[in-house]
């Protein structure tokens, strides 16, 4: 259970400043990769996303925004933050919650993912809470637009989450990605005297679909997997010098890919086995922590075109 914490209220403690950083939100002492940001809907209900997928938060009345006429996009509208023309997004309408009156909104989280930078319009962050991997329980199967569910404590009070799928926002935000992927994979080759498996495991339905048809085009064998403990659990079916590749998400329930890849990097058999960390989590300083603790690619997801790149240079054959 995570310990009990006392609400956050960004402009509360930033009253003076026209910008939120988030960085000063965050304890210096904790683990990016299992910070996150929780924040309310217009429902009542409770929405969390990881800090490392996030870069700051913007007081929402103070932008200049040039608002879209085109009443069935999801976009709201472009604004200029720092030089940069940045897509906006109102979180509630895209969860499928009730749209407030514009002053409602209080906040813009900017986002980074997936080679595409956009903000969500919020109404006010609650906290920065610590979520373990196993504290989450996938929640894909009832929720579309949600990965996992957990349990938190707020105001002594103890609450359901949703943390959303990240993965699948950007590709309602920016529809032609998946059109871009495909056109992708229509260039890339097979991979040639392939006989090992490549084993791969990510939390997301929508990624695990793409990735499995850039598998099909590169003509390689393979098992995937909803989170690194099926996948670790399934490591005593196949012959060590039968694997070629591990593939592992980072954020994932049960276990994440941080101690999939410690356990793998710690049993001998798989030391000559390459892993790519597949993830829209990692800025640089990640990048290098991950490859120090074993990972020899990391790969930004929906790249298909990188990580068919990377699977040709690193499967075993």
């Not at 229509?186 to 990510?202: G, Q």
Request: with cysteine; glycine share 6%.
């Amino acid at each position: 259970m995570i310990a009990d914490k006392s609400k956050t209220s960004a402009s509360a403690l930033y009253e003076e400043e026209d910008e939120l950083d988030l960085v000063k939100l965050v304890t210096t002492s904790a683990n990016d990769a299992n910070q996150y940001v929780v924040f309310s809907g217009s429902n009542g209900e409770l929405y969390a996303k990881n800090v490392s997928k996030l870069e700051e938060l913007l007081v929402y009345k103070d932008l200049k925004i040039a608002k879209n006429s085109d009443k069935t996009s999801l976009i709201i509208g472009t604004a200029d933050i720092r030089g940069k023309m940045t897509t906006l997004v109102n979180f509630d309408e895209w969860m499928g919650n009730e749209v407030l009156e514009d002053e409602a909104y209080e906040l813009v989280v900017m986002a980074s993912y997936g080679g595409h930078r956009f903000g969500m319009i919020i109404q006010s962050v609650e906290n920065i809470v610590t979520i373990e991997a196993d504290e989450m329980v996938d929640n894909s199967n009832d929720n579309p637009k949600a990965t996992f569910i957990t349990k938190l404590t707020l105001r002594g009070q103890e609450r359901l989450c949703t943390i959303f799928d990240s993965d699948k926002l950007l590709l309602d935000i920016f529809d032609r990605i998946d059109g871009e992927s495909q056109d992708a994979l229509e260039r890339i080759k097979s991979v040639k005297n392939s006989t090992k498996r490549i084993l791969f495991a990510d939390d997301s339905r929508f990624v695990r679909k793409m990735v499995e048809d850039l598998f099909i085009k590169l003509d390689v064998k393979y098992d995937i997997y909803h989170d690194g403990k099926d996948l670790f659990e399934a490591l005593p079916s196949f012959k060590a010098d039968d694997i070629g590749l591990f593939i592992t998400d980072l954020e994932m329930p049960g276990m994440g890919g941080r101690e999939l890849m410690e356990r793998i990097r710690n049993d001998e058999r798989y030391e000559d086995i390459a892993i790519i960390v597949h993830t829209n989590m990692a800025n640089d300083a990640m990048e290098s922590a991950l490859k120090d603790q074993g990972a020899n690619a990391v790969i930004g997801k929906i790249n298909m075109l990188s990580l068919g790149d990377a699977i040709k240079e690193l499967i075993r054959l």
